[in-house]
């Protein structure tokens, strides 16, 4: 509780202003602030602050039986994620859950959170569905909004309630759908064609189907990152075209690629003609506004080959490398994969666990009895 005063310019005056700030004893999320300005006497200000004070204490009860709003609710989980770091959610990520939240739960944003049900949560997902999102980002969405009502409840944020309304809801999951991948005969004929109309994003598609690296890696790439002597390239930072900016890789660390004697002549040709420039690569305003998959499928279009999106270079690689015999836990530790589920994905697209596997079985006749056998027939026909 605070009353000052201050001198208005124009005129001179001196007036008054209050401010009242009351936080719950139960709950110190629930605060509630008031102020009061222009007052004209130190006496009449005094008046205002027992009256502030009165106001602050009827609504910080009133919070303390009814819980947070849910945008209230939204707000404080943003913040002790902020804070707490918890998850090892980055900003840009905080961001998008938020900005999902605001987009599908609006209409909830002034409601107790505590007098949301079940029916609300389930009618969400509905219209998603109806609006065909997917699955995966049903469930994304679901798994949210259940860990903001669990953080609630946890923190005494929702009262009368003990379980969020989202636990328990199933909604299955996604078919999984096949990459986008070239092969090897469709890699060359893209890199060739590249080279043969002098294409400007030549050299950034041979280093990205070289190095596995994604665009935003490439974008970061610096010489001080080249280790000529060693064959290795530094891979420890990120190009946001969200945010216009770079940050840590998408892993959160840094790792190695090793230098194949193709990628380390294409670097060397880069370095010979970089002049002053740090960057590896040439910069273009499509890449730097995160428009890469739009050019790279334009391209593919234009000469024949199937549209793919500049990631699926990555995908490229890692299936390349997996069907000339590199081990997938090597190919993992270069690509910077954390989970065995992404690792699998392309060893099913290289036809590893299942190539040859279908060589032990012998159940057609040897080639002399098939012949026989179809004379006898013939034989039988011609009588």
């Not at 259940?146 to 809801?169: C, K, V, Y």
């Not at 999984?176 to 109309?197: D, F, G, Y």
């Not at 500049?310 to 989970?339: E, N, Y």
Request: charged residues 25%; contains cysteine.
């Amino acid at each position: 509780m605070a009353i000052t005063s201050y001198v208005v310019e124009i005129t001179g005056d001196t007036l008054w202003k209050v401010s009242a700030c009351v936080r719950s004893n139960k709950n110190p999320f629930i605060r509630v602030q008031k102020a009061k300005f222009a007052l004209k006497s130190e006496w009449e200000a005094k008046r205002e602050e027992t009256r502030l004070i009165r106001e602050c204490e009827r609504e910080v009860s009133i919070r303390e039986n009814q819980g947070e709003s849910w945008g209230a609710l939204v707000d404080e989980w943003e913040k002790h994620l902020a804070k707490t770091r918890a998850e090892s959610l980055s900003i840009t990520t905080r961001t998008d859950y938020v900005n999902a939240l605001r987009k599908h739960t609006l209409l909830w944003w002034q409601r107790q959170a505590a007098s949301i049900t079940r029916a609300d949560v389930l009618e969400i997902l509905s219209q998603l569905k109806a609006h065909s999102s997917s699955i995966s980002y049903q469930n994304k969405l679901k798994v949210i909004i259940n860990q903001i009502f669990t953080f609630g409840i946890e923190h005494r944020l929702i009262g009368g309630m003990d379980r969020s309304p989202a636990w328990g809801i199933s909604l299955g999951r996604d078919e999984e759908k096949k990459p986008e991948i070239l092969t090897l005969t469709e890699i060359r004929k893209l890199l060739q064609e590249a080279r043969r109309m002098d294409h400007e994003w030549f050299p950034i598609w041979s280093a990205a189907l070289l190095t596995g690296m994604r665009s935003g890696e490439l974008y970061a790439l610096a010489w001080d990152d080249v280790d000529f002597e060693n064959k290795t390239l530094n891979v420890n930072k990120s190009y946001s075209a969200r945010i216009r900016a770079v940050k840590s890789t998408k892993a959160g660390y840094w790792r190695h690629v090793p230098m194949s004697d193709e990628l380390s002549a294409l670097l060397t040709g880069l370095k010979a003609s970089a002049d002053d420039r740090r960057e590896v690569l040439p910069r273009f305003p499509d890449w730097t506004k995160g428009q890469q998959a739009m050019v790279l499928r334009a391209f593919c279009e234009g000469i024949g080959l199937p549209s793919i999106k500049f990631h699926t270079l990555r995908a490229c690689f890692g299936t390349q490398l997996i069907r000339s015999g590199v081990a997938p836990a090597v190919v993992m530790k270069i690509c910077g994969w954390k989970d065995l589920e992404t690792m699998q994905r392309y060893i099913r697209l290289a036809g590893i666990e299942t190539q040859g596997a279908t060589n032990v079985l012998k159940v057609l006749p040897a080639a002399d009895v098939a012949a026989q056998v179809v004379n006898l027939f013939t034989k039988e026909r011609i009588e």
